[in-house]
Structure formats: C-alpha cells, structure tokens
C-alpha cells in the first residue's frame, strides 16, 4: 500500500475534475448500478497514469457528450475497491491504469493499460470521446 500523501496530488488529478473516490465494495457497486453511464478509472502511481491517462481522461471530458457518473479507484491503495471493479471489467485481464465505461450497469468500452502505456494522452481522449459518443 502506498503512503496517503504520495497518491494524494495523484487522486486529486481526477477528483478536482469531478472524479469521486470509490473505497469498497459496496461502493463499486452502487456506482456501476447507477442508471445512465458510469467511466470508472482504476488509477495508479505508474508513469504512465501520470503521463498518458488521467491527462487523457481529463482531456476527454471536453466532449459534447460525457458520462452521468465519473469514479475512480487507485490501485495498490483501494484495494478492495479495485478487485470489485476489476471484477466487473472480466473478460478484460486487471491492469492498472485502466479506463472502463458502463452502460446501465454493462461493461461496454475498456481501455487497458497496453492502449495506454506509450500512447499520448491526446489518442487516449480521442479513444474516450469516441466512446462517449457511441454510448453516453
């Protein structure tokens, strides 16, 4: 588990931009159970979370169309949290960072961390938007 005031600047990169903090199980699921849809971001303290995905995600907010509800768990912190979430993301393997869309309470877009390590943010938002568009 990393210490509270290394991953805080890292929390707040998606809760300063509306992002709410998902702990437990229970909180999983009442937000995956949420009518509408739901980007659940798994964050981590990896570069490429610093570099390539919360930029990403942030970037592709700036959207016509945006899901109803923005949640993030952090890995290697929340992680009762995280495995739930993990959980719902099957067939999808865990890695961290990753970015996942739910519709209604069904998986229907995943971005895992090879879509994102090594590509830049922009073509993260741009994955993202196009995402929104289809499902939100």
Known sequence: MYPPELVKPMREELTNIGFGELHTSEDVANAIEQKGTTLVVVNSVCGCAAANARPGVNH??????????LVTVFAGVDA?????ARDLMVPFPPSSPSIALFKDGVLVHMVERHHIEGRPAELI?????????DHC
Do not use: R, V
């Not at 700036?62 to 109803?68: E, F, G």
């Not at 009762?80 to 739930?84: D, I």
């Open 125 to 133: 938002s741009e994955n993202l938007k196009a995402a929104f568009n």
């Open 80 to 84: 009762e949290a995280t495995n739930t």
């Open 60 to 69: 592709s907010l700036q959207n016509d169309k945006t899901p109803d509800h």
